[in-house]
């Protein structure tokens, strides 16, 4: 199977200006995820979709970010206006269907390369 | 809160040589623990997960509820070991926190 796509690979901008992020899931998963993994630290959760509905956004700085998966297939990841903290590589993931499911594969995430941001 | 601790940012031994990563957890449930590797340029990926109760390139962890410990462990290290591991949970209240990661560790296997 293909694996989830992201775009662009590298961003660089200065703070204030604007960026958004791209993700195609893996066909099928119902579930996806933006996570934020600053340097030296591991993937922080940002937003969590289930087909086109968001199951959790508690750590979204929504004042400057935003995403929308709005056909439950692919995802927008934005953010308006970017600060310096938050270079960082911005991971997308998928997962089979809702983690409340039966399936035992459920819970497994799959991974896209990144994009890695640099604030300016 | 949900929360993963994994003390050692760093592990370099010898080629040959036992390998054991640590992960602590903080979870009041019972959790789903995961380990994910990410290798030199390539993506993160599973590596093993606690349910399958199965060995994945020689690497071996058992679930400790009493010690709240999920520690990756190989007996005998090879240099294609060299990555970044990270221990992951999820809750079992649905998961609504989504996978909660450690800091990671980086493994390095000297020749």
């Known amino acids: 199977e293909a694996g989830v796509a992201q775009s662009p690979r590298y961003k660089i901008i200065e703070k204030r200006q604007s960026v958004a992020f791209w993700c195609n899931p893996i066909s099928g998963h119902a579930t996806l995820y933006w996570y934020q993994q600053i340097l030296g630290q591991g993937p922080k959760l940002l937003i969590q979709?289930?087909?086109?509905?968001?199951?959790?956004d508690s750590q979204l700085p929504k004042d400057r970010f935003s995403a929308e998966r709005l056909k439950g297939v692919d995802s927008t990841l934005k953010i308006q206006p970017a600060k310096l903290e938050d270079s960082a590589v911005y991971l997308c993931?998928?997962?089979?269907?809702?983690?409340?499911?039966?399936?035992?594969?459920?819970?497994?995430?799959?991974f896209g390369a990144g994009s890695r941001l640099t604030v300016l | 809160a949900q929360r993963v601790t994994q003390p050692e940012k760093l592990l370099s031994v010898f080629k040959g040589a036992p390998v054991e990563l640590k992960c602590n957890y903080s979870?009041?449930?019972?959790?789903?623990l995961f380990w994910y590797v990410q290798y030199s340029r390539q993506r993160l990926q599973l590596l093993l997960r606690h349910i399958s109760r199965e060995s994945i390139k020689g690497f071996t962890a058992d679930l400790n509820k009493g010690e709240t410990s999920f520690h990756l462990k190989k007996p005998f290290a090879q240099e294609e070991d060299s990555a970044m591991y990270y221990c992951?949970?999820?809750?079992?209240?649905?998961?609504?926190?989504?996978?909660?990661f450690g800091k990671g560790t980086h493994l390095i296997i000297q020749p």
């Open positions: 979870y009041s449930g019972s959790p789903e």
């Open positions: 992951a949970l999820i809750g079992s209240g649905g998961g609504a926190d989504g996978l909660t």
């Open positions: 979709f289930q087909n086109n509905g968001v199951v959790d």
């Open positions: 993931a998928s997962s089979r269907i809702s983690i409340t499911g039966p399936d035992v594969w459920a819970n497994v995430l799959t």
